[in-house]
């Protein structure tokens, strides 16, 4: 029987890739700051300078979400994703698939990953949250339970990236794509091959055993016992 190490898929790595037209986003506190200059709204129905005051702000947390994108987080080049696993994927066996992350840019990171996995190992798509500080590799796990044998196709990793600041985000991809071998379950298959073994010692045992008690040689014959098969001399 194969060594399950031996059945382990090889790791993948690649560098990311600016994916589609837009490949950014505003995030959350982008948000929560234009609300906070919704405040000059009130006082501008008095006095018209509130709105250029409210205007004014808003140029400057434009100016802020282009500075994090630009200068804060790293470009997708500056990214390398690498799948790993931590075992064989056996058939109705769960185990978790590795996501490695090596930050490449000057700051600190926060990524969202969704591995492009086959629906009939995972179930619905999760994504994963994974810190990395700068010029460090940082990981995260998802699991799996196949739930079918043969080969399972894997694509691409997409990537959200934010800063701190949770201002900017930066959206691309990573191509690794992988054709995975979906084994039968080892620990049965072991056991079955144990029981076959075994059942195979247990009947030579026996049929030896019947030989040597129903023999015609000299060297095998023995005195009559109670309960043996009657069996008249010729």
């Known amino acids: 029987m194969n060594n399950p190490a031996n059945l382990v898929p090889k790791a993948v790595s690649a560098r990311g890739k600016s994916k589609g037209r837009f490949p950014f986003a ?38 802020i979400w282009g500075w994090d994108l630009a200068k804060r987080i790293p470009t997708p080049e500056q990214v390398i994703l690498t799948r790993t696993w931590t075992s064989p994927p056996q058939l109705t066996v769960p185990s978790k698939v590795r996501l490695e992350i090596t930050n490449g840019g000057p700051f600190g990171i926060t990524v969202w990953l ?9 179930g619905e798509v999760s994504e994963i949250s994974i810190e990395a500080e700068s010029q460090k590799k940082a990981r995260n796990e998802y699991g799996i339970f196949p739930a079918e044998r043969g080969d399972a196709k894997f694509g691409s990793v997409t990537v959200r990236c934010q800063s701190a600041w949770r201002i900017a985000e930066r959206r691309f ?12 379950n080892l620990d049965e298959a072991k056991r ?6 075994r059942s195979k010692q247990v009947a030579l045992e026996k049929r ?20 043996d098969e009657y069996r008249p001399g010729h």
């Open 26 to 63: 505003f995030g959350r506190m982008f948000f929560l700051l234009l609300l906070i200059g919704l405040v000059w709204l009130g006082p501008g129905w008095a006095d018209h300078r509130f709105f250029f005051a409210m205007f004014a702000w808003d140029v400057v947390v434009f100016a």
């Open 114 to 122: 969704t591995d492009n996995a086959p629906r009939e190992l995972c």
């Open 173 to 184: 991809e990573a191509a690794l794509p992988q054709t995975v071998r979906i084994y039968p």
């Open 192 to 197: 079955d091959t144990l029981f076959l073994i």
């Open 208 to 227: 030896h055993k019947q030989q040597r008690g129903q023999g015609r040689e000299f060297e095998s014959l023995r005195d009559y016992r109670e309960g």
